[in-house]
């Protein structure tokens, strides 16, 4: 196929971004997450799970739509565009589950929901309808590249037993669909109004439709003038009505909805936000304009209002997936996510990538049109076969130098630009540590910990590890504090936190030269400390314990081991502290409430923390009355 010089052009732009998101890919799986993304505990979905997944499973779905429609319904007229529908479909999905593998934080473990069934989950639903129609989608397109190769058999049995597969595919899809609405009804208190519905499910189905079908309308025109072909505008009328019609469903549904559940009111006022005109900008793109277009005939008639009409429905759907996956929490969230450049590269590049893709299916088969064919008991396809000679010149001709020149100066220029983020390791950013842990009544019994005031606080239980520790290693009250006080400042007993892991996130240096400079009694022993090597920890230990022997508790704790004056960070003290003792106590690992996980300090719900809370108490008193019982008869005491 004749390649124009503006295909050429796009290609090269493609060839760019998905090399630069290549790196970007590279550098999530060496860097982490952190280090690659803008995603934070409370908006924990970015742009690569919303964009390229649910909302690039949707705009995918015009493959079962058409393949049901040609396949099963036998509406011949539109099987000039089944092939490229259910390219779309293939390509759509494949990218989408690809895009998911950056996403999950074990993404090595992506193959467990095959073997691991957790059928209470939507999530578990998803993954095995997407995965499986993905696979459905790759054998529909299996006889397209087999008829350029010499086996006529293989094409053959494609096409004799394919309805099957394909009645499986529409099955799956639209089950796939809902689940993914159905993720969203998890949250009925963090997602706005305007986009959470008990109907949510029927809601994704419908509009993934209409958009659909849309979206093909658009990208066959697209295409077709890219490569100079006819465009069949009778064909896109049709499908461009089918839209319509589901479009209208999803706005009718919409609609009924807000009546029904009062929540006219955020579109229109009194709780008019910013979120209402995210909305209304979103259903304008999504419903009102396509729906206009496509039900009038003299704007149907017109291949630029076609292509207007797909193109809003295009965007709206995206527009939509994003609202109800991201901006729609971020009040309850108390912040904004705003995707980082190497999410941005890394999206934008699987898309680039999954179109040159799409384009060479386009150029090297026969995608826009089914092949003219001797219906024999072979299928014998009319076409050219791959030879050696189109191989070589594909993926060894001026194409291939071209893309090497591409890559060449691409991949350093991505990798020094996004040195600070995903090709560079994760440098988590400063947040000083604001309170320490404060006391909950004037005995200390329970202590609150909310170091950055952010209101995710955790409730410790003081006297319950003074009592539990002192019976556990056989101490006295007053002599356990020192098992998690490790540490502390001079002529002080109990040292809160604070003192020494002053930052939430960074380590920081406990040692302050301004204050130590001038304590030496002579100039002699002040440069015999500086001419310590205090890099190393038994060095270190040796010159705190010259002037700290007997005013610094907890410092002889370090004296085998040595000490070193670098702390860590807030968050990794607590937990590396806390973490050691009670996974060391927990007497099953995979309970998610036992001593080992986070919920067992981390409770979010009221409920949980004030059962908690009178557990312990209860445990408290049960150590008091077994002290109080050894001390009045020692040979009672419990083991």
Not at 141 to 150: M, S
Not at 453 to 466: I, L, Q, T
Request: with cysteine; hydrophobic share 45%; glycine share 6%.
């Amino acid at each position: 196929m004749q390649q124009s010089t503006t295909i050429k052009v796009i290609k090269d732009i493609l060839w760019a971004l998905t090399i630069s998101a290549a790196v970007v890919g590279v550098g999530r799986f060496v860097n982490g997450l952190a280090a690659t993304t803008n995603m934070t505990d409370f908006l924990p979905w970015g742009l690569w799970k919303i964009l390229n997944m649910v909302a690039g499973a949707a705009v995918a779905t015009s493959g079962f739509v058409v393949a049901a429609i040609v396949y099963i319904l036998n509406l011949e007229k539109f099987k000039s565009v089944a092939r490229f529908s259910i390219l779309i479909g293939f390509l759509g999905y494949g990218s989408s589950l690809f895009s998911l593998l950056f996403d999950i934080g074990l993404p090595h473990r992506g193959w467990h929901p095959f073997f691991m069934w957790n059928p209470h989950s939507f999530l578990f639903e998803v993954f095995w309808c997407v995965s499986i129609y993905w696979g459905v989608t790759a054998l529909e397109i299996i006889p397209i590249v087999t008829e350029r190769f010499p086996i006529p058999r293989i094409t053959h049995m494609f096409h004799k037993y394919m309805l099957p597969f394909i009645v499986l595919g529409v099955t799956l899809s639209t089950m796939h669909h809902s689940s993914l609405g159905s993720l969203f009804m998890a949250s009925p208190t963090r997602l706005h109004p305007l986009w959470f519905s008990l109907w949510i499910p029927v809601e994704f189905l419908i509009s993934a439709m209409g958009s659909g079908l849309a979206t093909i309308v658009v990208l066959m025109i697209v295409f077709d003038k890219l490569y100079k072909r006819k465009i069949d505008v009778a064909v896109m009328g049709k499908l461009a009505i089918g839209s319509a019609i589901f479009l209208t469903l999803y706005l009718i549904l919409k609609s009924v909805d807000f009546t029904v559940n009062n929540k006219w009111n955020f579109v229109f006022g009194p709780d008019y936000t910013w979120e209402s005109v995210v909305f209304q900008a979103e259903f304008m793109f999504q419903v009102i304009i396509p729906v206009i277009i496509f039900s009038l005939p003299f704007l149907r008639r017109r291949i630029s209002m076609l292509a207007l009409g797909g193109a809003s429905a295009f965007l709206g759907l995206g527009m939509h997936r994003i609202n109800t996956g991201i901006v729609g929490y971020f009040r309850s969230a108390e912040s904004i996510y705003i995707p980082s450049i190497s999410e941005i590269v890394l999206s934008f590049g699987i898309m680039a990538g999954t179109t040159l893709i799409f384009m060479f299916l386009l150029e090297r088969f026969h995608v826009f049109e089914e092949p003219d064919v001797e219906h024999d008991e072979f299928h014998t396809a009319k076409v050219q076969y791959w030879s050696k000679e189109e191989a070589r010149s594909v993926f060894l001709g001026a194409r291939f130098r071209r893309v090497l020149i591409i890559a060449i100066v691409v991949l350093p220029l991505t990798a020094v630009s996004l040195r600070n983020q995903a090709t560079g390791s994760y440098k988590p950013d400063s947040r000083l540590v604001e309170r320490a842990p404060v006391a909950m009544d004037t005995m200390r019994t329970w202590l609150r910990i909310d170091a950055n005031r952010n209101g995710d606080m955790v409730y410790f239980p003081h006297e319950y590890h003074m009592m539990e520790l002192g019976r556990r290693d056989g101490l006295a009250k007053e002599d356990t504090c020192v098992k998690c006080h490790h540490l502390n400042a001079p002529k002080d007993h109990n040292s809160s936190c604070r003192v020494c892991h002053t930052d939430m996130e960074l380590p920081n240096n406990i040692f302050n030269w301004d204050n130590h400079k001038t304590r030496f009694e002579t100039d002699a022993d002040r440069d015999a400390f500086l001419a310590m090597d205090r890099t190393i920890p038994k060095i270190e230990f040796e010159a705190c314990d010259k002037c700290h022997e007997s005013n610094m508790l907890g410092l002889q704790n370090y004296k085998e081991k040595g000490f070193s004056s670098q702390a860590h960070g807030f968050k990794d003290a607590l937990h590396g502290l806390c973490l050691t003792c009670h996974r060391l106590v927990d007497e099953d690992a995979a309970n998610p409430d036992g001593p080992g996980n986070c919920r067992y300090c981390h409770k979010l719900n009221p409920v949980d923390i004030e059962m908690t809370m009178q557990k312990l108490e209860e445990k408290v008193l049960q150590l008091q009355q077994a002290e109080l019982t050894k001390t009045e008869d020692p040979s009672t005491a419990p083991n």
